[in-house]
């Protein structure tokens, strides 16, 4: 299976790519519209710089090179959703070329290009009658394409969760899918395992959520296996899928081969990027998730399943970036997230907006107490489940004796009472078996309500048993 | 024919209202329009309300910008916010602008009356006026003759005395074209010198908004009131004012003289070249020969890009938003082809078609982008040229004023524009003055060709012409407003 992607993403600009409307979701139909975005005679695209910016920092942020001298082109075709009857766009000279996107295996997803565009407006249909909204006609996209370097649906779909979560720390766009500010098109086709030669592909259009691309993909790969397999040929053609059923189906009805009649748009000048500019937004560019992930394995000593966790969302990485800057162990604020957090926060539009009862600076009190021994890590655990419970601060679940710990004479004796309790572990013990300990201990902790040092509780242990 | 400055000076004397004035020139326009065919629509409401304006201001005792209360015609491509903007074509011709063009809000704030909207070639694609959807406008001169094109309304109105000045475009030869035909000056300003934001597009690297006037103080004045930069237009430079800077004294200026301009010209107009150089070198001026091989491939480099330019910025017109719209349709497609069938006209179909096809795949690289490299070089050479004289000299069109209805091919009717296209190719300023009569007494015209932003120099080369001619090639269609 071999997969190229093209995706839109919305830019997060104010307003439009040539124009000054607003580029806002929603809003009556045809209250963001001007003579520019509405295409009227005589009227003139303006480059939005700010569009220039984010696209460069797309590219930044995704290892391209920067073209600092690119130009803007027509791009003709006729639908009622394009006023001009051709789209501004970039045909041969894309502001950035040739980066990459990094899978967790090591993989690198190269892209080939990075241009910008406008986007058309959207028609409505009511009833018999097609009525036109342009508010979203000239809201500036980006339009990233991969080379066809993904082998898989699963690939495909981690491609395009790194692309959004790139796209959203670089502050170029939000990605919703659900609002079409990210869309992805699949350029899928087969080849014999071993083989080099590309097959003949298709290419899906459209798709606007994870498990669509996901479904889509494994749905054409199969369809197209048929026809193989049968010695057919797959026709190369340009397919819809339909969410519903969860197949492709053809989109076009003829088959003749789209012919855009690209030529340099004459009203708009070629767009120079200065040394300096290009400097400042490479300075301005925040740290990818990548890099976050890796720094906080690397410098945090934070466990790699974690930090994937834990760097995938900017909210998320704010919220353990401030909570590990009041503990001596990183690696312990990531855990204790990991596994007592994102138990509870389950979906990923929650994780992505982050918004726990408990504030980092509340979880980093507790693990301050922790760091300095005045608590045990399972109070602290069972502390920080009271406090996501709650909304409250740890100080509301420890005892004075929970804080104070256990002292010597307390926790020998709850040895001993373990020791008295457990004959048959203590046999065992006797016998060679170390591990039979551990048995002992839990009770210890049992009895403390997990008060107690396990270390220390141990060492008392054998002491008893030893001695 | 009466000039800007004379016409301002009987304003500011209070000899006549501009009311009065204005009054005078609708009067004279209903009255001529049925010969001219100058106006595609006579603007009274906006005329008076100018007029009016004008008038309390001079009440007040205020200072007026130069252009204010003169009366002038408005090319019909030009967007004018709640007026028809018709580009002479059936399917504008109920269009109304939402919005107003740049070059026509700055003329409204100085308080220009504008009397009407010019007739044109639909979509300014013509060099005779008679591509007009509403009929094509006549030559003052000679009602049996055209006035040109494609601001051929602009150039008839001016010379037939409705209008003191008019503001055309020129694509390839639209303003000096028409002011040749007609006896005026013309002046296509280096592109980018004024803002097309409101021009409805033909050739978008190519169309460029200009005067057509009397004579060469006129041009100048009408250049520095409209030549601004505007963020609205990526391509606006604006240029510096000229009206201070002209001069007439041309010794030591050199005057570069390209034989293949000179080709094949009738033996009047030749003549009239011939005086005209002999006239600058009288004058002090030095003639620089200069070759320029490359005016073989000018036309068919501009025929090619600009029908290209065109075929992508007429693709708008399908009827859904504004504009003519067919009644019957099966379906969307139907609809838009049956209303681009019915809504433009002959001429503009062929430019379209013939565009379409040089930018499609396959003929794309012997066409669009062999037309595109020639264009470099063409502008190359004009660079190379102006290292080596300070302006051309040329006839403007190698023929005086057509007969109405010559029936002349579109490649013959193409071969007309032969001296003009180059400049738009190069994006140079260029002015045309009058020179000279053909055996019939129709106006000549020759063309002094700058360097880029040079419009100063070639509108004083143009001055020193005309005064040291003492007007000699001005001459008055008798018709319209006389003060």
């Given at each position: 299976m071999v997969i190229g992607l093209e995706t839109h993403v919305e830019l997060a600009t104010k307003t439009k790519i040539f124009c000054s409307c607003s580029t806002e979701f929603g809003g009556e139909p045809n209250t963001h519209c001007c003579p520019v975005c509405t295409g009227q005679p005589g009227s003139l695209p303006v480059m939005n710089e700010r569009v220039v910016e984010y696209a460069v920092t797309a590219g930044l942020a995704t290892n391209c090179q920067v073209n600092r001298v690119s130009k803007m082109d027509r791009k003709h075709y006729v639908y009622p959703d394009l006023p001009k009857a051709y789209q501004i766009s970039q045909y041969d000279?894309?502001?950035?070329?040739?980066g990459y996107i990094e899978l967790d295996s090591g993989k690198k997803v190269r892209i080939t290009r990075i241009h910008m565009e406008e986007d058309a407006g959207k028609l409505v249909h009511l009833g018999e009658e097609i009525l036109i909204d342009y508010n979203r006609g000239g809201v500036p996209l980006i339009e990233i394409v991969t080379e066809p370097d993904i082998r898989s649906g699963e690939e495909a779909v981690e491609y395009l969760e790194k692309l959004q979560g790139i796209m959203r720390t670089a502050g170029v766009s939000d990605c919703r899918m659900q609002e079409g500010s990210l869309r992805c098109d699949v350029n899928l086709s087969l080849r014999r395992a071993g083989t080099e030669e590309l097959g003949t592909r298709t290419e899906v259009k459209n798709l606007n959520s994870f498990t669509a691309v996901l479904t889509a993909i494994n749905y054409e790969a199969q369809r197209q296996r048929d026809i193989l397999e049968k010695g057919g040929h797959v026709v190369q053609e340009t397919l819809h899928f339909d969410s519903d059923t969860g197949t492709t189906v053809n989109m076009r009805g003829k088959e003749n081969a789209d012919d855009?009649?690209?030529?340099?748009?004459?009203?708009i000048i070629n767009i120079v990027l200065r040394q300096d500019a290009l400097e400042r937004l490479k300075a301005r560019l925040p740290e990818m998730p990548a890099q976050k992930c890796r720094r906080y394995v690397g410098e945090l000593g934070v466990a790699e399943a974690d930090a994937k966790l834990l760097s995938k969302y900017k909210a998320v990485s704010d919220y353990f970036e401030r909570a590990a800057a009041m503990t001596e162990s990183p690696r312990t604020a990531a855990a204790f997230m990991v596994t007592q957090m994102f138990s509870r926060i389950t979906t990923e539009a929650e994780r992505e907006s982050w918004d726990p009862p408990v504030t980092s600076e509340m979880l980093g009190e507790l693990l301050k107490l922790l760091d300095g021994g005045k608590v045990s890590r399972n109070v602290a655990k069972r502390v920080f489940d009271e406090m996501l419970d709650t909304g409250k601060p740890c100080t509301a679940f420890l005892s004075k004796e929970d804080l104070e710990g256990l002292d010597e004479a307390a926790l020998t004796s709850m040895c001993r009472d373990a020791i008295a309790q457990n004959e048959k572990s203590v046999s065992d013990y006797k016998a060679g078996k170390e591990k039979a300990i551990k048995a002992i201990l839990g009770s210890v902790m049992r009895a403390s309500r997990g008060r107690a040092n396990a270390i220390e509780a141990e060492r008392i242990l054998k002491e008893l048993l030893n001695g | 024919m009466n000039s800007i400055s004379k016409t301002r000076e009987r304003l500011l004397k209070r000899e006549l209202s501009c009311a009065e004035l204005t009054e005078m020139y609708l009067a004279a326009a209903r009255r001529e329009n049925g010969d001219l065919s100058a106006y595609t629509l006579i603007t009274d409401e906006e005329a008076r309300r100018a007029a009016a304006e004008v008038d309390a201001r001079l009440a007040r005792g205020e200072k007026l910008p130069p252009l204010a209360g003169i009366p002038f015609v408005l090319k019909d491509n030009i967007s004018t916010k709640d007026i028809k903007t018709t580009c002479a074509s059936r399917m504008l011709e109920d269009y109304v602008p939402i919005y107003d063009a740049f070059v026509w809000s700055g003329l409204k704030e100085q308080g220009a009356v504008m009397c009407g909207k010019g007739n044109m070639d639909e979509f300014a694609?013509?060099?005779?006026?008679?591509?007009s959807y509403f009929g094509g406008a006549k030559n003052p001169h000679d009602l049996t003759r055209v006035a040109g094109g494609s601001s051929g309304g602009a150039a008839s109105a001016v010379a037939g005395g409705v209008a003191v000045y008019g503001i055309g475009s020129d694509t390839g030869g639209s303003i000096r074209q028409p002011a040749s035909f007609c006896g005026l000056v013309g002046l296509k300003p280096t592109y980018g010198a004024v803002s097309r934001n409101g021009l409805i597009a033909y050739a978008s690297s190519f169309d460029q908004i200009g005067p057509i006037t009397t004579c060469v103080e006129d041009a100048a004045t009408v250049f520095d009131a409209i030549c601004r930069k505007d963020p609205a237009d990526m391509t606006s430079r604006g240029a510096e004012r000229v009206s201070g800077r002209l001069h007439s004294d041309v010794r030591g200026l050199r005057v570069g003289v390209a034989k293949e301009f000179f080709e094949n010209l009738p033996a009047e107009i030749a003549s009239a070249m011939e005086r005209a150089l002999d006239f600058y070198k009288r004058a002090g001026a030095e003639l620089v020969e200069i070759a320029f091989p490359m005016l073989r491939y000018c036309l068919p480099v501009y025929y090619i890009l600009a029908c290209a330019e065109a075929s992508s910025n007429l693709g708008r017109y399908d009827g859904l938003r504004y504009g003519h719209r067919a009644e019957t349709f099966d379906d969307l497609d139907d609809l838009i082809c049956r209303t681009r069938s019915e809504g433009f006209g002959q001429e503009v179909r062929r430019r379209i078609i013939l565009g379409t096809y040089v930018l499609s795949a396959g003929y794309y690289d012997a066409y669009y982008n062999k037309a595109q490299a020639l264009r470099r070089t063409i502008k190359n050479r004009f660079r190379e040229i102006f290292t080596k004289c300070d302006l051309l000299l040329t006839p403007t069109v190698p023929v005086t004023a057509l007969k109405?209805?010559?029936?002349?091919?579109p490649v013959e009717t193409y071969q007309t524009d032969i001296c003009t296209v180059s400049v738009n190719i190069a994006g140079l300023p260029a002015v045309s003055v009058p020179c000279g009569f053909d055996g019939a007494g129709l106006p000549v015209g020759m063309q002094l060709i700058g360097d880029k932003f040079t419009e100063a120099r070639i509108l004083s080369a143009a001055l020193a012409f005309e005064s040291g001619t003492g007007g000699a090639y001005l001459k008055d269609s008798g018709r319209g407003v006389s003060l």
């Open positions: 000279v894309p502001i950035c070329e040739h855009y009649r690209y030529f340099p748009e004459p009203d | 694609m013509g060099s005779t006026c008679e591509t109405c209805g010559a029936g002349l091919s």
